[in-house]
């Protein structure tokens, strides 16, 4: 799998029942309440400020997050979208995951000009190509390269290298 994740092992119970031993609770309380402002708000600038500002999210110009947009809310810091990209309704993305014996973190890049369709699940530690374009509902678990369509679960290369035409 082509996912650059740093691995976190827990001993005794599961990660996510030690969850506030990973991420302050105050953090993730503060993330919250603006995640949630940031999915029903209709104008895109508020969105991107509230991000920009408040989640230290790296977010381009002209980039815009659809209604109902997750940014992942332990750790939103580490996403990172391009210039003039677009992140389709109700997309959900992740930089972390908690299992049963670890926690993995992972930075989420997304490049310029991508698209990202609704209903997409981006995973951590994976990077999205500039002009990429993900179809709507796909699990992003590997890494996309720049202009490629891509699709399904488990995710598929569509078409690599696309030109302007299409």
């Known amino acids: 799998m082509s996912r650059d994740t740093e691995r976190y092992p ?3 119970a599961n990660s996510l029942w030690q969850i506030y031993k990973t991420v302050p609770f105050w953090k993730v309380v503060k993330n919250f309440v603006v995640i949630q402002l940031a999915r029903y708000t209709p104008f895109v600038s508020v969105k991107n400020w509230l991000y920009r500002t408040f989640l230290k999210m790296d977010v381009g110009e002209k980039t815009a997050f659809a209604l109902m947009v997750m940014p992942d809310i332990m750790f939103p810091e580490r996403i990172s979208v391009g210039r003039n990209s677009i992140i389709g309704y109700n997309t959900t993305i992740l930089a972390h995951e908690y299992l ?3 926690y993995r973190l992972g930075d989420v890049i997304i490049g310029d000009e991508v698209m990202v369709g609704a209903n997409t699940t981006i995973l951590p530690g994976v990077t999205i190509g500039d ?4 179809a709507a ?3 992003v678990h590997k890494n ?3 202009g490629a369509f891509v699709g399904g679960n488990p995710m598929q290369v569509i078409k690599q290298n696309r030109d302007d035409k299409d």
């Open 10 to 12: 827990v001993k005794h």
């Open 100 to 102: 049963i014996e670890e």
């Open 131 to 134: 002009r990429a374009i993900i």
């Open 144 to 146: 996309v390269p720049p």
């Open 137 to 139: 509902g796909t699990v």
